[in-house]
């Protein structure tokens, strides 16, 4: 069974920074790719981020400059350094993790952590 559990959501001002957490049941060398979704209410989850195996970094263009992504093998996890945050940043946030095989592509999520950017 794999697990993935986030943490570190809350409250944050406009321009305020906030660092998210994803922690695995697993090595995380195990996976192909991680990566954060979010989805604010009434809305499509939409990607945010994501890590590959080789360690090169995808942001979407409306969090390029301020989100950074980034892993630790030693520990299993995964974070997201979340800089000068804007009201439209306000959503749960999902761990997502990739696994590639002979019988496909297996998806894993976490079951969110709250961002609310007060105005």
């Known amino acids: 069974q794999v697990q993935l559990v986030e943490s570190g959501g809350g409250l944050v001002q406009p321009g305020g920074s906030l660092r998210l957490s994803c922690a695995t049941s697993?090595?995380?060398?195990?996976?192909?790719?991680m990566g954060w979704y979010r989805q604010a209410p009434g809305s499509q989850r939409e990607f945010v981020a994501q890590i590959v195996r080789g360690g090169t970094t995808n942001e979407s263009d409306s969090v390029k400059g301020r989100f950074a992504i980034s892993r630790d093998h030693r520990h299993n996890a995964m974070y997201l350094q979340m800089n000068t945050v804007k009201p439209e940043d306000t959503a749960r946030y999902y761990c997502?993790?990739?696994?590639?095989?002979?019988?496909?592509?297996?998806?894993?999520w976490g079951q969110g952590t709250q961002v609310t950017v007060s105005s």
């Open positions: 997502n993790a990739k696994m590639y095989g002979p019988g496909g592509r297996s998806d894993y």
């Open positions: 697993r090595n995380i060398n195990d996976f192909d790719s």
